[in-house]
């Protein structure tokens, strides 16, 4: 019998509360090494919530979250060491305006991974150059568009070298105009195999580059398909909602 490789993320009954309203609902969910996840449903369905749960940054009521088999949900060193290894690039890029964008690529490297200048910087250049940004590594983020700050918000997270890539709808602050480079750079990180969770309406990327589409509706996952099936079979009519409404929109 051949032994299966845990998936590196694992989820078992994950639940949220925000005093007595339930954002998660008991969410059960297996991320495979190199599977890149889209993650929609309506507003309020508890996405984001997900994604903090899903990064440390939001605390849960109950359930289990295993990366690579450790919880992270202790107190623990390597708890910790876990948090960091996961990348989030928010819809707000929040990237630091008193630094530059080569400044705000370095800052967590040198401090939390206590990376040397050098080394540092030879990370930092690597990743603007991979979101073709480079040339503008010695500008303040308020020059550039927000398009260009997305990217750099992306290469900032991938300088911390993360093991998973949690996406939250990236596109949405962005002028139309705008969303394609930023899809672009997010296609081509799904490309070489990076394992991604992406909360995005944006059906085309879904398409194009999910192994699989997880829709949820008040707090719980109601259904998990590839894009094939997802948009094949759209049986269900909170689904088939979704999809028009933001169709129409
Ligand atoms: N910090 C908070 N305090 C209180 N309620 C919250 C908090 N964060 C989220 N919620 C509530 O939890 C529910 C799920 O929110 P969440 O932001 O996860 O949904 P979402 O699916 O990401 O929505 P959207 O698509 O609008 O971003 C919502 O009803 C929201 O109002």
Redo the contacts with the bound molecule.
């Keep these: 019998m051949t032994e299966q490789a845990p998936p590196l993320v694992r989820v078992r009954g994950l639940e949220k509360r925000?005093?007595d309203?339930r954002?998660l609902a008991g969410i059960d969910l297996d991320i495979a090494r190199g599977e890149r996840l889209v993650v929609c449903?309506?507003?309020?369905?508890?996405?984001?919530?997900?994604a903090?749960c899903l990064n440390g940054l939001?605390p849960h009521d109950a359930g289990r979250i295993l990366i690579d088999g450790m919880p992270l949900d202790e107190e623990l060193g390597t708890a910790h060491e876990l948090r960091r290894s996961i990348g989030m690039v928010f819809q707000s890029f929040n990237l630091f305006p008193h630094l530059s964008v080569l400044e705000n690529c370095t800052l967590a490297p040198r401090l939390v991974l206590r990376l040397g200048e050098q080394e540092a910087h030879r990370r930092a250049m690597e990743n603007l150059e991979r979101v073709g940004i480079a040339d503008q590594a010695a500008k303040r983020p308020d020059r550039l568009s927000g398009g260009q700050q997305q990217r750099v918000a992306i290469a900032r997270a991938l300088c911390m070298r993360p093991r998973l890539m949690l996406f939250?709808?990236p596109t949405s602050a962005l002028d139309p105009e705008m969303v394609k480079e930023v899809l672009d750079v997010m296609i081509e990180l799904a490309q070489s195999g990076m394992t991604m969770v992406c909360?995005t309406h944006e059906m085309g990327f879904a398409r194009a580059a999910a192994d699989r589409i997880v829709f949820?509706d008040q707090?719980r996952i109601i259904r998990e398909a590839p894009p094939k099936t997802f948009f094949g079979d759209q049986q269900d009519p909170r689904i088939r909602r979704f999809l028009a409404d933001i169709t129409a929109g």
């Design positions: 925000f005093g309203y954002a449903g309506p507003s309020g369905s508890g996405k984001s919530t997900l903090y939001e939250d709808e909360i949820m707090g």
